[in-house]
């Protein structure tokens, strides 16, 4: 990064800063070098793998700031117990997989806990918008709790529908276990020669792993339980995908999810939940009716955002990342906070890509 393109940067989120102020946000600055060892434990396995790490100046691990919404999560649990509005803008440190993308980039961003939340999740999404609106960004929305609720409801044990909420950020993952437990993949070999036999263990060479031999015998024990279990039922696994596929406008997105609901009702809070948000987004004059709507919308973004997540791209250009990401985070706020958890949503902008945008 250039001198001159820092400077154009560090301007650029500076007067998104301003917008957000001017909105009613409280200014916020966390420190660049954060302990390490709550927040890795909090951010989602690819920031995990792409934060810088070094050693604090207490002696444990500190990293360079990944992000700004979980220590200002960290901060209002700390310092507030009510409704706060926060916006900040500065550097964060990523390692990237793609090596013309930069390490350090400036993010603006606009944070609300508290209130009504779908009125919460419209104000900053309408913020947002209305400063990347000159841009004609492409914009995709979805809702993780849609998703979370229909695994949470599913016909099947508390163990296997831990192992798929465990991995609804792991598409692939995700996948390879809803084909295993409806009985569409074959047990691998190995493995059913393992589960077979009388007493696994014997004649194993020494332990040289992690694991002991305890833990090691525990594993087998569940492997047997889940091959016992009956395979999720084909109408189940007809829901999810029906779920999972769906790709339309708001307002048709939500008549489909009703539909869905009829024979999946654990969704059902969470899709009248979608209704009060797209409710509260055409109050604030967001053209609902060609908003885009993706039931997987979010599984590649924060595993910390537990509903509304969105997404603003450049169009035609997906070469860049994206404009804007953001989306509530309360699982987050109890995380940090135990049963006082806060009900909290936010999004970001990069500046980078709304210089490469014209802005």
């Not at 598409?171 to 036999?197: D, H, N, Q, T, V």
């Amino acid at each position: 990064m250039t001198r001159a393109t820092k400077a154009a940067e560090r301007e650029a989120a500076e007067r998104l800063l301003a917008a957000f102020l001017a909105a009613g946000a409280e200014r916020v600055e966390p420190e660049i070098l954060l302990p390490a060892e709550t927040l890795l434990d909090l951010y989602g396995e690819d920031i995990r793998t792409r934060a810088f790490v070094t050693a604090g100046p207490d002696g444990g691990e500190a990293m360079l700031r990944p992000d700004f919404t979980v220590p200002v999560v960290q901060r209002h649990m700390a310092t507030r117990d009510g409704p706060a509005r926060y916006a900040y803008a500065g550097e964060i440190f990523r390692r990237q997989t793609d090596s013309d993308r930069p390490h350090e980039y400036f993010q603006a961003g606009y944070e609300v806990f508290g209130d009504d939340a779908a009125e919460a999740d419209a104000e900053v999404f309408a913020t947002i918008h209305a400063e990347l609106a000159p841009l004609a960004p492409r914009i995709t929305t979805g809702d993780t709790a849609i998703l979370t609720a229909a695994v949470a409801g599913l016909e099947a044990s508390e163990r296997r529908k831990a192992a798929l909420m465990r991995h609804i950020w792991r598409p692939r993952r995700f996948r390879a276990l809803l084909e295993r437990f409806a009985g569409k993949a074959p047990m691998p070999p190995a493995r059913a020669a393992l589960l077979g036999s009388e007493d696994p263990l014997a004649g194993a060479g020494p332990e040289i792993g992690l694991r002991e031999r305890a833990e090691i015998a525990e594993r087998i024990e569940a492997l047997r339980a889940d091959a016992q279990e009956p395979p999720l039922s084909a109408n189940l696994v007809a829901l999810l995908d029906g779920l999972l596929d769906l790709s339309a406008p708001a307002r048709d997105a939500l008549e489909r999810l009703r539909d869905i609901a009829v024979d999946l009702p654990a969704i059902l809070p969470s899709v009248e939940g979608l209704a009060q948000r797209l409710s509260a987004l055409e109050a604030r004059g967001i053209d609902v009716g060609n908003l885009s709507f993706e039931g997987s919308h979010g599984r590649s973004t924060m595993e910390y955002y537990d509903g509304f997540v969105f997404t603003f791209q450049l169009p035609n250009r997906p070469d860049l990342p994206p404009l804007a990401t953001g989306g509530r985070y309360d699982a987050l706020t109890r995380a940090l906070g135990g049963a006082d958890g806060i009900r909290a949503v936010g999004g970001v902008i990069r500046p980078a890509v709304m210089l490469e945008g014209g802005a």
